[in-house]
């Protein structure tokens, strides 16, 4: 039995902005036998195609990406400040190298089709039904392509939210 609880989608009262850009998430895919997590801060949250939807950018290099094009379901979750110096962690070392999970000492729940961890707040559970690698001849404000020097453009992946849950 885990302390969190299904919530009603629509009566979040987060701000996404902070909640993404400042506060971070941690994207999370994979199976009980083998998993990873990475922290973002580009993404956002909203309706698409009558559906309440996450959208996530990943770089084709990063571990988690594997993840996310092996499996249909991912999760994002969302913690206290107190879990900054893990969300870094998760942010700047890679799963090929080390065992996060061991690291940032998480409990991992696998719940949903999707995994996240006892230590968070809040949990989108997300089912992939989109994506996409950014076209560099899609630019409209080619400053942006700074971003990519390495030519390494993120794929974008919008998910159906299935399930919010939250700590209580």
């Known amino acids: ?7 009603d989608l629509k009566s979040l009262s987060v701000a996404p902005f902070s909640l993404i850009g400042d506060s971070w998430m941690l994207i999370s895919s994979g199976t009980e036998q083998k ?4 922290t ?5 949250l909203g309706v698409l195609w009558n559906k309440p939807v996450a959208f996530i950018f990943v770089r084709p290099q990063r571990y988690t990406f594997e993840f996310l ?3 249909d379901y991912f999760s994002l979750s969302f913690y206290d400040e107190l879990y900054r110096d893990a969300l870094t962690l998760c942010g700047t070392k ?13 409990t991992p729940i ?4 999707a995994l996240y961890f006892e230590q968070a707040n809040l949990v989108f559970i997300c089912k992939k039904i989109y994506g996409q690698f950014i076209d560099p001849a899609m630019f409209i404000e080619k400053c942006l392509e700074k ?3 390495a030519n390494d453009y993120h ?3 919008i998910a159906e939210i299935v399930k919010g849950l939250e700590k209580f």
């Open 1 to 7: 039995m885990t302390n969190f609880r299904e919530i």
């Open 35 to 38: 998993y990873n997590m990475m």
């Open 40 to 44: 973002a801060s580009w993404g956002g």
């Open 69 to 71: 094009e092996n499996n």
């Open 94 to 106: 890679s799963g090929r190298d080390i065992n996060k999970t061991e690291v940032i000492k998480f």
């Open 110 to 113: 696998f719940n949903q089709k």
């Open 147 to 149: 971003n990519y020097n």
């Open 155 to 157: 794929k974008i992946y």
